[in-house]
């Protein structure tokens, strides 16, 4: 099998510009309507909304790898990187590497991509690491770079990227590339389309030893951003994260031919998706304002306490739900203290309950905004997919949607 870059027309992607049109419309259009709800916000708000946009893209870009971290420890490490208050606990290199690369992704999205601006964020997501030997700098290893599955004895190749000799040449041509197509360069895409191609385009390269899925991803952020003209992060990783599935799967397609149509299509209702997700967190963050205020002097401290924890959870709330075993532990309070203090905050419209005696959960009394599966099909409308989501969780991050690539036609191209 050849794959895309061993083909003649490497890297000329070609994909049907029409089929985007509606997607690229209906982003900039939602691009406006966050920038409106965020005005709504006060300061504390907006900076509470970059941290915790910023550590959940932190923290489920590393989880698609199969790296799990401490959201707490990566939340402390970006509001120190951005000087706001933080904790004194410590954190682990993991924790702070990601951290760093993302509060440095964000700060920087405005500026041009340079191979030093990816070595820098390829050191940070590696630190404390001691088992690889290309640190801050392109793969130089003889083996193939191989993305495999399935048992040692007989492996499944999913893709192999271009040998370790050729990275530097189209590490260059692909930065050329980034910037000449960003907004205001000599040859502007629009945001969905650059996007789309610039992930896969880093990810068949493959410029590293590790790191390459979560530093792809992290491009892609910086390339949305540059379309909207100011610092800021989707929620593309979290919405990767529960499309992990057919996330891989359309990678693995896209890997095969450097006509993208079906990929930029996929990707296209992803970022739509992520991007909705981002506004609910504001808007949630709006609701928990009014709903405090209104709590306001209500509340003993240690319901107050409890209720803080869970709205630190954002819009998906804790998983399985709060129950009173969780409120024991966040306040010390005794198994009947606890009761009747659930009991009364429900009767206060602070919390809401589902289920009975032990079975028993409480979830933030603000109202739950879905976030429903975008599809972009052959003709370039749009579509949602409720029957594509759990019906056993109410959690917005937690539905589930694995939809297959579908095939598109030829036309519009770029080139490296």
Request: with cysteine; proline share 6%; hydrophobic share 40%.
């Amino acid at each position: 099998m050849a794959w895309n870059w061993q083909r003649s027309d490497w890297p000329q992607f070609s994909w049907d510009p029409a089929r985007m049109r509606k997607a690229e419309e209906r982003f900039l259009l939602g691009a406006g309507v966050f920038a409106g709800t965020v005005k709504h916000l006060g300061t504390a708000d907006q900076d509470q909304l970059t941290v915790e946009t910023i550590s959940a893209e932190a923290v489920t870009t590393s989880e698609i790898e199969g790296e799990i971290l401490d959201r707490a420890s990566v939340q402390s490490s970006i509001r120190k990187q951005l000087g706001l208050d933080a904790d004194a606990r410590r954190v682990r290199p993991a924790e702070q590497g990601i951290a760093e690369m993302m509060v440095d992704l964000y700060r920087s999205s405005g500026a041009p991509l340079t191979d030093t601006m990816i070595f820098g964020w390829h050191q940070m997501l590696v630190k404390g690491r001691a088992d690889l030997i290309d640190i801050g700098r392109y793969r130089t290893g003889d083996e193939p770079m191989q993305v495999v599955s399935g048992p040692v004895h007989a492996p499944k190749v999913h893709f192999e990227a271009p040998p370790s000799s050729r990275v530097p040449a189209e590490m260059m041509r692909f930065m050329k590339w980034f910037n000449v197509t960003a907004p205001g360069g000599a040859e502007p895409l629009p945001a969905l389309t650059r996007a789309g191609i610039a992930h896969l385009y880093f990810e068949t390269i493959h410029p590293f030893e590790d790191g390459n899925g979560r530093i792809g991803r992290g491009i892609s952020e910086k390339a949305l951003a540059q379309a909207l003209g100011h610092p800021t992060l989707t929620a593309l990783a979290m919405t990767i994260l529960i499309r992990r599935k057919a996330y891989y799967q359309a990678l693995e397609e896209a890997n095969k031919d450097n006509e993208i149509t079906p990929w930029l299509s996929w990707f296209a209702g992803i970022a739509l998706e992520a991007q909705k997700r981002t506004e609910v967190r504001v808007e949630f963050l709006i609701d928990k304002t009014k709903l405090l205020d209104r709590l306001r002097g209500q509340l003993k401290d240690r319901q107050e306490k409890a209720l803080l924890r869970v709205l630190r959870e954002g819009p998906e709330g804790f998983k399985g739900g709060l129950s009173a075993g969780n409120y024991a532990t966040i306040t010390g309070a005794s198994p009947a203290t606890a009761t009747r203090d659930l009991a009364d905050m429900v009767a206060k419209g602070a919390l809401v309950r589902t289920g009975e005696r032990r079975h028993a959960r409480y979830a933030v009394g603000i109202p739950l905004r879905p976030v429903l599966p975008v599809t972009v099909d052959q003709s370039g409308d749009l579509t949602l997919e409720p029957e594509c989501t759990a019906a056993t969780d109410p959690s917005p991050a937690d539905r589930v949607f694995c939809p297959t690539p579908r095939e598109g036609t030829s036309s519009g191209s770029v080139s490296g």
